[in-house]
């Protein structure tokens, strides 16, 4: 009897622990790939958007979206701020060197939602709403009228809500 209940519980034990093991064997791969397509998805969006940037962009910004005092408004640590006040969502988007860039509406949203979390992420509000292609292309078809003179409202807004300043 007593060899019988050792036997038994043995037998059973196996096939049991066997298939717990394949179980999680398969909802592990089953994780895996759904993270691995996720990772993917992110990533391929990511190094695009970093690409774009690259090629359109860094020229005059510098890789690290500081530009050139004087010249080039420095990004980083900053143009997330524009988010805050009425009329900067729109702004950052027309001005001519993201407005004219030549890559497409989804495009340009990534490579715009992948500069704001890169160069200035401390600075978006909360939550941050990123752009999609279809606002984009709403922007891109208003002419930005008074560049500098907007600018300056702008970072005079951001000052009064924010108290921040540039450099
Ligand atoms: C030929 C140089 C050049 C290129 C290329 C360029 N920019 Fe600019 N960018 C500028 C200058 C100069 C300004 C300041 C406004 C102006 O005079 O156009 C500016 C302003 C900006 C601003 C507003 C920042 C602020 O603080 O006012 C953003 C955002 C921006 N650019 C994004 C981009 C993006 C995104 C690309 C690429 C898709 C790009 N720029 C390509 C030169 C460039």
């Known amino acids: ?7 038994i519980p043995g037998l059973t ?16 791969v089953f994780l895996l790939l759904i993270l691995l397509s996720a990772s993917a998805t992110v990533g391929a969006n990511e190094i695009l958007a970093r690409q774009n940037y690259i090629l359109n962009c860094q020229g005059c910004h510098l890789p690290d979206g500081s530009g050139s005092e004087g010249n080039v408004p420095k990004m980083n640590d900053f143009v997330g701020y524009f988010l805050h006040v009425p009329g900067g969502r729109e702004f950052i988007v027309q001005v ?16 715009m939602n992948w500069m704001l979390l890169n160069f200035s992420k401390n600075e978006l509000p909360d939550p ?16 930005l009228i008074d560049m ?15 108290g921040a300043t540039e450099y």
């Open 128 to 143: 941050f709403v990123p752009y999609n292609a279809e606002e984009i292309a709403k922007l891109r078809k208003e002419p």
């Open 96 to 111: 001519p060197g993201a407005a004219g860039a030549p890559i497409s509406d989804q495009e340009l949203a990534d490579v």
């Open 1 to 7: 009897m007593t060899a019988t209940s050792f036997v």
């Open 148 to 162: 500098h003179h907007r600018r300056e409202e702008l970072v005079a807004r951001i000052k009064d809500k924010l």
């Open 13 to 28: 034990r196996y096939p049991v622990k066997r298939n717990v093991a394949a179980g999680d064997t398969l909802f592990t």
